[in-house]
């Protein structure tokens, strides 16, 4: 929030930290009293500093957001191919490459548009409406309208429609998760707070775009527009940049070498062909052209497309909705995961966990808010009914209590504030009957909780004309008001303050939250509640300990986090004690190192790359610190997703390589600075979507590592060809359909694989590990050589059995179709055995693309009208056979030669 003042109507505004200073003096400041700006005052404030909403941040015309989907050197090269498809009089391979083409500058565009409203689902988060004092009067005004010094009022279920510093609370708070993660409502007050607090900690500020839960108050506008801290947020994503997935960097970076080298080959042997061998130049010309569409895979960006796609449809499926397709391939390759406490890492459900009384310290378990639980000390099962403390704290429990426990299905919903829930649970865990003591005990008077008294406490009388006062609250303030204590076993003593303060802070020191309980008996007639009937008068009963507590499936989410080599980091707006307490319980490693976001300010960048490395847990951070973490880590060459629900998380969502908005919390703002969307807010379904990322990242990978090494030696039997100075063992039309007819259908089978076993147990990939690794590389070359060696191995053949050459080149095509797939089920099962009878069965969509590519190859080979088309002759059925044999010679040596492959680096493992 940029902190400004005013010296004159027309002045520009200097810098005082509002926080920091007293209410009076921000009125000074702003040269504003009480009664408000008056209209003429107000229209010139509002000349000057503008509507109070967030600038539309400069965009792209349509126009040119489609064509730059364009600018891609792979899309050249399929334009290029087009191009010469089109040029050879081959309209429908030209119309299936243009097709590709428009459906990823389609998908591309729209996308890209969905990235720009970010920042539109910020500025819709300011308030429409405000009531205002202005000239001594309350109005009601469109919140464009508020102007610096504007004396607001707010009451419960409004939205703050800008910065304000109050100077009237009454019981007051406001739900401030947007802007700092925290999920409990804050408190707000009007005293000053130190000046170096975090956003949470500033009570006497009310946020724009925050709601007001509860109470009442009146504060003076300090900031407007992009000034405000929403506004201040909405900036700072404006100038982050996006980076790019590191599948889109590689398919770049491949498709820019692929273009140079496919260049360099046709030039050469047009050269070499013209000038050494003396070849006709419109012959040599349309033989380059065949070898420039046997060696570009114009069906791979479509086929990539669809395998995301339907990696899109698995995630769904595991809860995790993508926004965008190449997020998913990104998830595959994550290393680093920072997450949100509240609600992902926990259940965002309040459980009482510890109940103290004198002499004994339980510990409590139990399923959120389900009345039903274990009761222990030093991990011994105990029965309530063995406290008789136990039962009257209960009861307190139940009738100083404004929520509601009800049962939908089979979960049970806490209705008002989630605390008096949780201690509702906590009473039918101690087998009180709750509906029964609401009935027995009848409330006649209460006095409601205030954050200046801390406390709360109801009157009730039952049918024998019994009246008891129940107090809960702030165990400070609780114990103040005590005289006595109640013993384990329902009699009374002297308080024992030492032993509470040394429990309390022992409980306080695990991160929950201790709300204290007090009775006092009140004469049967009296059934008004004054505070001064309780001040000093009462008898204390206990204490209890509530949190958050974590999810079970985020504690083995992240141990397998571990299993796959994947840290985890927890950045939240809570506090420290809390943070670390929830980082021991799910698992995480240097659970007792936090850092705060103050400490992050004082840090340098070397400090803070080093800080990333050590420190597991990160609390009360602000945008710009979570921004820095996630910049932080990037710096080591993690590849980072990061999970929010705030438009503080914003910026760190857009920033990460991975950004994960939470879809029940979640605020629009960080659903559509994300890439993904989790509809059950849940840390286990983010593991689950990187395993479906690592599955969709090994399919495109069997998909390149099928169909580059098929192209390299449908290009090399051209290459051979014209350097010896043969006859083409496949014409150029022959090579068309056989990209046509296996490209898009095998390669897509490979989509549809399932996960491997192995796949979370494997390290994540390096981000900038090639697309072309050594094996890959290795893998071509032989599978280019064995595809040349079987092709021209069977034309030769064929040729020696005076076959006529239209039949050489049928058998040669057949064959280089069955290699492909054979090559197929080889590489379904790249990690590990081809030779299972699981690998074997494969999958419905192999033998059905199988299928229908060898009844499209009897098709062109026996049917007389496509024998015409495609220059074929039908095959006799022994060289039908020797066609298969082919195929299951390459399956073998391929095979052999990767078992031995994986055993030598076993053995250097080892």
């Known amino acids: 929030m940029t902190d400004k003042t005013f010296n004159s109507t027309t002045s520009k505004l200097s810098h005082p930290i509002w926080h920091s200073i007293p209410a009076n003096v921000c009125l000074k400041h702003l040269n504003v009293s009480v009664n408000g700006l008056d209209q003429q005052e107000a229209d010139a404030r509002l000349a000057t500093y503008g509507a109070n909403c967030l600038p539309k941040a400069a965009k792209r015309s349509a126009f040119k957001r489609l064509l730059m989907q364009f600018h891609n050197i792979l899309i050249y090269v399929l334009l290029a191919s087009a191009a010469i498809t089109a040029f050879i009089q081959h309209w429908v391979d030209s119309a299936v490459i243009l097709a590709v083409v428009l459906a990823n500058a389609i998908i591309g565009f729209i996308q890209e548009g969905k990235a720009e409203q970010a920042m539109d689902a910020i500025r819709h988060m300011l308030a429409p409406q405000a009531r205002v004092i202005r000239d001594g009067k309350q109005l009601a005004i469109d919140g464009e309208k508020l102007v610096p010094g504007d004396i607001v009022l707010l009451e419960a279920g409004d939205k703050v429609p800008a910065d304000l510093r109050l100077f009237s609370a009454h019981s007051a708070a406001a739900q401030e998760a947007i802007l700092t993660g925290e999920s409990l409502s804050v408190e707000k007050q009007t005293l000053p707070v130190a000046e170096g607090l975090p956003l949470g900690d500033r009570s006497c500020v009310a946020f724009c775009g925050t709601l007001i839960t509860s109470g009442q108050c009146k504060g003076v506008v300090i900031a407007t527009g992009a000034e405000t801290e929403i506004g201040r947020i909405s900036g700072l994503l404006s100038e982050v940049e996006i980076l790019t997935t590191p599948l889109v960097t590689q398919m770049g970076v491949f498709a820019k070498w692929l273009t140079v080298l496919i260049l360099i080959i046709a030039f050469l042997l047009l050269t070499f062909g013209y000038f050494v061998e003396h070849r006709d130049f419109a012959e040599l010309f349309m033989a380059v052209v065949g070898l420039s569409v046997a060696a570009i895979p114009e069906g791979l960006p479509a086929v990539l497309t669809i395998t995301l796609a339907i990696g899109v449809q698995a995630m769904a499926k595991r809860n995790a909705i993508v926004r965008r397709l190449p997020a998913i391939e990104t998830l595959g390759a994550v290393s680093v995961i920072c997450s949100d406490k509240t609600g992902t890492l926990t259940r965002n459900e309040m459980m009482v966990a510890s109940v103290l009384t004198h002499p004994h310290l339980f510990n409590m378990s139990g399923c959120g808010y389900e009345p039903k639980g274990v009761l222990k000390i030093d991990d011994r099962d105990v029965s309530p009914a063995e406290h008789l403390v136990l039962e009257e704290l209960a009861r307190a429990a139940i ?43 009848t409330r006649t008077d209460a006095i409601p909780f205030d954050a200046r008294n801390r406390f709360m406490a109801t009157l009730n009388h039952d049918h024998e004309r019994h009246a008891w006062v129940f107090v809960k609250g702030a165990p400070e303030k609780i114990l103040s008001m005590c005289c006595d204590q109640r013993t384990t076993d329902g009699k009374t003593e002297a308080l024992d303050a030492a032993y509470w303060n040394d429990e309390l802070e022992s409980i306080a020191a695990l991160g929950q939250r201790v709300l204290a309980f007090a009775v006092k008996s009140a004469p049967s007639n009296n059934t008004v509640l004054e505070h001064a009937d309780i001040q000093n008068k009462l008898t204390l009963l206990g204490m209890v300990g509530m949190i958050d507590p974590p999810r079970d499936e985020a504690i083995s989410a992240i141990a397998e986090c571990g299993t796959a080599g994947i840290r985890v980091k927890m950045i939240t707006g809570d506090h420290t004690k809390t943070a670390s307490a929830i980082g021991k319980q799910i698992g995480l490693k240097n659970a007792e190192t936090v850092i705060t976001g103050s400490d992050l300010d004082c840090f340098d960048d070397a400090a803070l790359r080093q800080a990333v490395i050590d420190c597991d847990i990160f609390a009360r951070t602000s945008p710009e610190q979570k921004l820095r973490l996630v910049m932080a880590l990037q710096s080591h060459g993690f590849t980072v997703a990061m999970t929010g629900d705030g438009v503080n998380d914003a910026p760190a969502l857009k920033r990460a390589d991975a950004g994960i908005a939470m879809g029940q919390k979640g605020s629009e703002a960080a659903k559509e600075a994300a890439e993904l969307v989790l509809a059950d807010d849940n840390f286990a379904s983010i593991v689950a979507a990187v395993r479906e990322g690592r599955t969709v990242y090994d399919n495109i990978k069997k998909v390149i590592s099928w169909t580059l090494p098929t192209n390299a030696g449908e290009a090399m039997t051209i290459i051979v060809a014209l350097l010896m100075g043969m006859t083409l063992p496949i014409t150029a039309i022959q090579i068309l359909w056989v990209n046509l007819i296996t490209a898009i259908t095998l390669g897509v089978a490979l989509a549809f694989e399932p996960t491997e076993e192995n796949t979370m147990r494997r390290p994540p990939r390096a981000r900038d590990e090639p697309l072309l690794t050594n094996d890959l590389v290795w893998h071509i070359v032989l599978v280019s050589c064995l595809f040349l060696c079987g092709v021209f191995g069977t034309y030769h053949y064929a040729i020696d059995q005076n ?41 419905k969509v192999v033998w059905m693309v199988v299928i229908a590519v060898t009844a499209a190859q009897f098709a062109i080979t026996y049917l007389p009208t496509l024998q015409s088309v495609f220059a074929t002759e039908a095959i006799p059925f022994w060289d039908g056979v020797l066609v298969l044999g082919i195929g299951v010679a390459l399956f073998t040596i391929i095979e052999v030669e990767k078992q031995l492959r994986l055993a030598l680096q076993r053995t250097k493992r080892a």
């Open 399 to 441: 009738l100083c209590n404004d929520g509601a426990l009800r049962q939908h299905e089979n979960t049970w919903l806490a209705e008002g504030d989630p605390m008096e829930g949780a201690l509702l649970a906590f009473s039918g865990k101690m087998d009180a009957d709750i509906s029964h003591e609401q009935s027995t005990w």
């Open 803 to 843: 076959y006529s050459v239209e039949l050489a080149r049928t058998i040669a095509l057949n064959t280089l179709v069955v290699m492909e797939i054979f090559h197929l089920f080889f590489i379904r099962n790249i990690y590990g055995t081809s030779l299972t009878w699981k690998a074997v069965r494969g999958t």
